[in-house]
């Protein structure tokens, strides 16, 4: 079926289905987009229907069973929803506007979205001439609203090293940490997209308002993205939403300044569950704006970020220059390793990969300690990293 039928169901998709809706996401990858936009519209689910829709779990007869079961009541929600139906006028005001709504029937659709799985956007409403880089090429960097002195000077000297290093800046386009992160990347001068902004609501609500400035900016020189078609409001729920698509595009997440209870950490909760690298930069000692940076390096294994330089061993391919010379002086030194750091070194492979979870099982040692321990083995090239795990260097004698 061509793209321009395919592209149309999905835009009247996201006008009634809310992002995460994994009911939505499965049936629309069952159905396909097309036959799922003409049941919410009234038609009747056939018997075939149900058979193709089940026979899309045939390992899971109980999950299949739930899918049904629950599906029925999900399809009338998004009926109920139908007021909001219009997809050929919100594609009319897409590109009126100079934008477009990406699908992943499209080439340039981000691969790393389909690590999303089940709650894999629908598509992509985005104004900006740039394609969304490769997850390898894209940090994120997010932080609190109220961002310190302290944390906007991390974040500046994070995104020139980012930069200098040829990656594109993912943010939120919130207040604090999200702006700073979007200024410094736009008044960065080194090639390529500089920035994108992960948007909750309709690219006819630019939001917040006091960032309108910086967001016309980022369509000129960067790339705006949101799941929600025009018209749509950045309800509290599509923030934690949107979340999850900082989490998934960017190779690592660091969290610069947050509080204890705060949506940066939901987006690191994110990072870890899909399996990718999350920094956090520690803060001053008992700073409530640093205290949610604090509990990630505790509490979970998340890298401790101390130095733009740490980039450059979590996008090691990207890297360019020479590392710093306190890095350069311990250089496969074994010497300066304890024994717990010896431990954790001996229980890295040398060719597969592994995560922070087996080595605490291997070592005996708490996920802070070991994740502590992987930075410096790191800063030593001694390890390595990548979405896929932790190993030895190679170019280090076991």
Not at 163 to 168: A, D, F
Request: aromatic content about 6%; overall charge neutral; proline content about 5%.
């Amino acid at each position: 079926m061509c793209n321009d039928h395919i592209r149309r169901a999905r835009a009247g998709l996201t006008q009634v289905i809310e992002p995460a809706d994994a009911l939505g996401v499965v049936a629309s990858k069952a159905w396909g987009p097309t036959r799922l936009l003409e049941i919410i519209q009234g038609a009747t689910p056939t018997q075939q229907d149900w058979k193709t829709l089940v026979g899309e779990y045939p390992q899971d007869g109980q999950f299949a069973r739930t899918l049904r079961n629950n599906l029925g009541s999900a399809i009338e929600r998004w009926r109920r929803r139908s007021s909001y139906l219009n997809p050929d006028q919100a594609l009319r005001y897409i590109t009126n506007i100079g934008g477009r709504l990406m699908i992943p029937e499209d080439a340039e659709w981000p691969a790393a979205l389909a690590d999303l799985e089940s709650t894999e956007p629908i598509g992509l409403w985005s104004l900006g001439e740039a394609d969304v880089p490769e997850v390898d090429q894209i940090v994120g960097l997010v932080g609190s609203r109220e961002a310190t002195s302290y944390g906007t000077q991390a974040t500046r000297m994070l995104v020139q090293e980012a930069r200098k290093m040829g990656l594109t800046v993912l943010s939120g386009g919130a207040y604090g940490i999200d702006a700073q992160a979007h200024h410094q990347a736009l008044e960065a001068t080194e090639s390529g997209l500089a920035t994108i902004a992960v948007l909750a609501g309709g690219l006819d609500r630019l939001y917040p308002a006091g960032n309108m400035g910086l967001l016309r900016k980022i369509v000129q020189e960067g790339l705006l993205i949101t799941e929600m078609p025009p018209g749509m409001r950045p309800n509290r729920y599509r923030f934690l939403n949107r979340n999850r698509l900082i989490a998934a595009l960017a190779h690592t997440t660091i969290v610069v300044e947050a509080r204890y209870r705060s949506g940066a950490l939901n987006t690191a909760n994110h990072a870890h569950d899909l399996g990718r690298t999350v920094g956090a930069v520690p803060g001053p000692f008992n700073v409530p704006s640093s205290a949610g940076c604090h509990r990630l390096i505790k509490e979970t294994p998340s890298l401790l970020i101390d130095d733009p330089a740490d980039l450059r061993r979590l996008y090691g391919s990207f890297s360019s220059g020479q590392q710093p010379a306190r890095d350069r002086e311990h250089q496969r030194s074994f010497d300066i390793l304890s024994t717990e750091e010896m431990l954790v070194f001996e229980a890295l492979p040398l060719h597969a990969r592994t995560n922070v979870q087996h080595l605490c099982q291997i070592t005996g040692l708490a996920v802070p300690s070991v994740t502590g321990i992987l930075t410096k083995l790191s800063r030593c090239d001694l390890a390595e990293h990548n979405e896929h795990g932790w190993r030895k260097a190679r170019n280090t004698m076991a």
